[in-house]
């Protein structure tokens, strides 16, 4: 059984496609079955970082039932350590439409992957399909860039993702769908009270459902002082959604990545001593870490 890492955040430009490549390889590099599958909706781009420009097939091939299998819209680098991706769709509307049933045969067919670890590129944005896509993982990143505005956006997203996982301990989905219509919820206090009021003894089960939510944090772009903001942001998540985020580390804001994408190469193969590509490894090796932890029976 695989493990699964999600990559999510307020808005685009913060880098997790950049990250998540990057991870991907570092991953294979260290011997993992690693498969990246692209599920940013409307922003699909990770298999030109490898320099791949057509590839044969891509998620719609799956979405219109042009492959019978997932397995099928596979891509190997094989100059990348077998690394394995599943291109994104280029048809926005297709996999912004999907339905209910059709989301849940995707995130079936991911699960049965045959390899260690799949990583999941979700995109920016809070629809519920990047909800859902960040959501479903093990193991949640989550990026923001230092600056107040870029902040407030991921604690935007974590806000709508906290409260989409909550209400989805004790409602159905079209239920959800109808009292996020209707209602916004300040803090997520609030969504434990309307469970509860729906039915007793459902705020205990929505607490148990944010148990083992820990969406873990890289700052990115990085520059010397804003250790204050990350700090903020960290105590508004603990006080108003009641979930910790742990540091997973920071990435220096670099040129080294401008070159490497122009080289459709991850900065961590084309340069690895850059400042860039030495933060990225650091978080590598934890993630590795976690990995192994989740590979242990008992934490299933
Ligand atoms: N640490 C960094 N230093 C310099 N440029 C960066 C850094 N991280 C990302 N970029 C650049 O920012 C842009 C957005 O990165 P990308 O990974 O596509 O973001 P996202 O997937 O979040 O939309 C890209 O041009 C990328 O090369
Ligand atoms: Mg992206």
Known sequence: MSVSISIGSGKGGTGKTMLLCNLALLLAKKGRKVCLVDLDIGGADAHLLFGLFEPKH?????????????????????????????????????????????????????????????????????????????????????????????????????????????????????????ILKKQTFSSISEVFDLAENTQTGAKQKAQEALRYFHPLLVVNRDIPNTNLNKAKLKKLVAKYLGIDIPSLGEIPEDPAIRDALKAYMPVTELSPNAPSSKGIVEISEKIDKIIELFRQPTMR
């Open 58 to 178: 891509s998620l719609t091939d799956f979405l219109n039932r042009s492959v019978d299998t997932l397995q099928e819209t596979i891509h190997t680098f094989y100059a990348f350590h077998g690394l394995q991706i599943i291109p994104g769709t280029g048809n926005t509307l297709q996999t912004a439409n999907m339905s209910y049933q059709e989301k849940q045969r995707l995130l079936r067919a991911i699960s049965q992957l045959d390899v260690d670890v799949v990583l999941i590129d979700v995109g920016a944005g809070t629809s519920y399909h990047s909800l859902d896509f960040f959501m479903f993982s093990d193991i949640q990143i989550c990026v923001t860039m230092p600056e107040p505005t870029s902040i407030m956006d991921l604690y935007s997203f974590l806000q709508l993702a906290t409260i989409r996982k909550v209400l989805g301990s004790f409602l159905s989905n079209s239920q959800i769908g109808s």
